[in-house]
């Protein structure tokens, strides 16, 4: 049955159109926008992940300049106890050659306190933004080891986030190799003993100190790449879920401006479809 008052053909055509604009409405804002995944009414669970990783992502961006900093720390305290164990090889060979009697015995001695000094000073001066892991307190206050955001562990999605953390001890230099208490100054072959077997302990403790900070750098080293890498793993994570896939959608484009168009003819057509009624009282 046909009717002036009802063009059920027109409606239907009318939904389709609709339907085609508003998927062309969508497919082109993921294109301008590059993001698939936008709002959350886009796709409220996609979203909802999204937006926590992205939290996570940016989180573990600031542990990597963290980082960055303790490793600059260690770096520094660990350059500076190479140094000291390299000083204290030169003290040992002096005294070595303080054991024989036919030697000048204060000339060796004005070597070795002119060394001990250079240590005491690299001691000092060994510090990046403050901290020094060759003293007894690392800040000058009653801190004994530095503690380095290394990572944010999540339990679950949405859990609880717990932050881990890497800790440096400091080697104690300054306590460590106390010199005056711990080393005989040289005044003849006799002493030169005593001293050759006091410079071989605080040669070791220094050796061992020296180790401690290299391996605390090595770890740092390999937590900041780990960071790195991650935190990309992360963010390519998040562009899979949200992000366009603008291939995809340049061909979606091109379907949807198809249909729009036959759409349109096809609403044309049955919105005519009336006036063929006049035929029949012609």
Request: charged residues 20%.
């Amino acid at each position: 049955m046909s009717s002036i008052l009802t063009n059920n053909g027109a409606m239907v055509a009318l939904q389709t159109l609709k339907s085609v604009n508003d998927n062309l409405d969508e497919i082109q804002s993921a294109i301008s926008t590059g993001k698939e995944v936008g709002k959350a009414k886009d796709n409220a669970a996609v979203w909802a992940i999204s937006k926590t990783m992205e939290a996570d992502i940016s989180g573990f961006e600031a542990i990597e300049d963290g980082l960055a900093i303790g490793e600059a720390t260690v770096g520094v305290a660990s350059a500076a106890s190479e140094q000291i164990v390299e000083t204290l090889r030169e003290m040992k060979k002096l005294i070595v050659s303080a054991q024989s009697e036919n030697v000048d015995h204060g000339k060796i001695q004005n070597d070795i306190a002119s060394k001990v000094a250079q240590i005491e000073s690299i001691i000092s001066a060994a510090q990046f933004n403050g901290a020094n892991l060759l003293k007894t307190e690392i800040d000058g206050g009653t801190t004994t080891q530095l503690g380095i955001l290394a990572s944010l562990d999540r339990a679950g999605s949405g859990g609880t986030v717990t932050a881990v953390e890497i800790t440096i001890a400091s080697v104690n230099f300054e306590d460590k190799l106390d010199f005056s208490a711990s080393l005989t100054a040289i005044a003849d072959s006799t002493t030169a003993a005593t001293a050759l077997g006091q410079i071989e302990t605080l040669l070791n403790v220094a050796i061992t100190g020296a180790a401690a900070l290299g391996a605390s750098m090595a770890r740092l080293e390999d937590q900041s790449d780990f960071v790195s890498n991650l935190v990309d793993s992360m963010t390519s994570g998040v562009s899979t879920m949200r992000d366009t896939n603008m291939e995809e959608a340049s061909a979606r484009l091109q379907a949807l401006q198809t249909q729009q168009e036959l759409a349109v003819q096809s609403l044309t057509i049955a919105n005519e479809a009336p006036s063929t009624l006049l035929q029949l009282f012609q």
